[in-house]
């Protein structure tokens, strides 16, 4: 249990440095994406089914849509 | 000269930050209302889902406020959005067979997931803004997949007015026969069946309707906006 916790907040400092580092935008929210997903799958392992479910739906798939459809209208690399 | 003083501030900022939180024991019981809640609320509102009996039972009002900034949003992001854009058929390249009969196959199976969600809020985890926010992750995919089709305008209108209008309703309700708005009226019946909890599972699904018609209207909008 433990190390699987461990692995899984590993996993998530990861990726939050990842999408402040990457230059391609895409990537980024896909990374934050990730971050999201993974925070859902904490707190279902820390006994908050609730949170993970509004977490997983609403931090992984609508938000990351929402800036994918944001950076389409705008640039794909930061410069 | 800028940066030492910035440092000495953050410094500064930390230790009172960390001083005050000192004092403050970690881990353990700070006030009796989440005791009471835990021991009686299953008794007092008969949702077994005690996050349910708090969320829309003991702490009504403030679910009503959250309703509230999310439809705030929504309207704002439609004025902003739709202001000078036409309601023209744009020509839109179709998606590839893979992702169409995907969106197709995936879609009822998705919002039958959502509505499960959300009537099942006070037995089960989850509740209206989860299974709403499932049933607009399902809208997304019909946006991304089966391009030419789109909700109308109209019904989820229609599904969002009369889902914030049944929840005022019934909080004016518990007014008319009892004490306090939101008063929970209606007959508690056998606990962790679906007609159970009394005005709970309709106020839920009345969140369900709404919560999940503002955000498809949302990402209708936005998509609308970046054809």
Known sequence: MIVVVSFLVLLMLVAAVAASVFRDLISAVIAAALVSLIASILFYLLQAPDVAMAEAAIGAALTAAIFIIAIRRTKRYEE | ?227
């Not at chain 2, 999310?70 to 590839?96: D, P, Q, Y």
């Not at chain 2, 929970?184 to 699904?205: D, H, R």
């Open chain 2, 1 to 227: 000269m800028r940066r030492a003083v910035a440092i000495l501030l953050l410094i500064i900022v930390a230790l009172g930050i960390s001083i005050s939180l000192e004092k403050i024991p970690f881990g353990t019981l700070k006030t009796k209302v989440g005791k009471y809640y835990i021991n009686e609320g299953r008794e007092e509102t008969g949702a077994v889902n005690i996050v349910t009996a708090v969320v829309v039972n003991y702490r009504g009002f403030d679910t009503l406020g959250e309703v509230t900034v999310l439809f705030i949003a929504a309207i704002g992001l439609g004025a902003v959005l739709r202001a000078g854009v036409g309601e023209g058929t744009k020509k839109t390249e179709s998606a590839s067979l893979v992702l169409y009969t995907g969106c197709r196959l995936l879609f009822p199976l998705i919002l039958v997931f959502g509505t499960y969600i959300f009537i099942h809020g006070h037995l089960t985890p989850g509740g209206g803004f989860q299974g709403g926010a499932i049933i607009a992750s399902g809208f997304l995919l019909i946006y991304l997949g089966c391009r030419e089709r789109r909700i109308s305008r109209t019904a989820s209108n229609l599904a969002e007015s009369l889902g914030g209008m049944v929840f005022v309703l019934i909080g004016l309700l518990g007014l008319v026969f009892g004490s306090y708005f939101l008063l929970n009226f209606l007959p508690k019946g056998t606990a962790n069946t679906l007609f159970s909890a009394g005005i709970i599972p309709i106020i839920y699904v009345a969140i369900g309707f709404k919560v999940g018609s503002e955000l498809a209207s949302i990402i209708d909008n936005l998509i609308e906006e970046s054809q």
